[in-house]
């Protein structure tokens, strides 16, 4: 890390180093032999939920001088002008990328791109909606709307108790299997499932793929339960 350290400063780079793991061995003796020079770096992240104990959210930058952060990542767009700070308030938003980042995507892939991968949401879900009307299995609880349809199974027998059941655990079968993931809630205090569609690579393919399985795993479920 010394030789790094010494590289950097001749060539004017910064030295940032992933301490997740590591860091905070530096604590200790040994640690802090192991990772000599690693107090001349210029940043250090740390997880402070691994070897310090903490809760998993508990992660951390450390930047050696402050300003560097926002003098590298601060963006004053018309659009932000109502939010701005006072004096030496810090605000997340200007010590990372995740602002940039944003308005590189507009920059990168176009206002019209961003405007069909929403339209393709819209497009997906209604798909879903008329493919699962098709399967015949299933009641179309709340119609494609915002990218998102929910529906429930619809046991041949029309069994109330039966339908909820099976809805309930083919959340769960679902996950098991692995192929796709729909999330399941509760709508006029009965289970339904619920495919949220808004991943713009989302193909028609993957959406029969899908509801075949469900309805595969479903009519399974009902075997066994009935
Ligand atoms: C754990 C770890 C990460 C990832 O950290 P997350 O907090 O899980 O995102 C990165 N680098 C190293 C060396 C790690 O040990």
Known sequence: MDELADFCQ????????????????????????????????????????????????????????RRW?????????????????????LNFMYQGVQLTRLWMSFKVFGLDAISRAIEAGFDNAELAEALLRQAGCWEIVTPAQMAIVTFRYQPSGGDEELANRVTHDLVGRLLEDGFAFASGTQLGGKPVMRMCCNNPRTTPQDLQTTINLMSELAAKLELIYY
């Open 69 to 89: 952060l926002s003098e590298t990542f601060k963006e004053q767009p018309e659009y932000l002008k109502d939010v701005e700070q006072d004096g030496d308030e």
């Open 10 to 65: 001749r060539e004017d780079l910064w030295l940032h180093v992933d301490g997740a793991y590591g860091a905070p061995a530096m604590l200790t003796e040994r640690g802090e032999r192991t990772l000599k020079g690693l107090q001349r770096v210029d940043s250090l992240a740390l997880d402070a939920h691994k070897w310090l104990f903490q809760p998993i959210e508990c992660g951390v930058v450390l930047v050696r001088e």
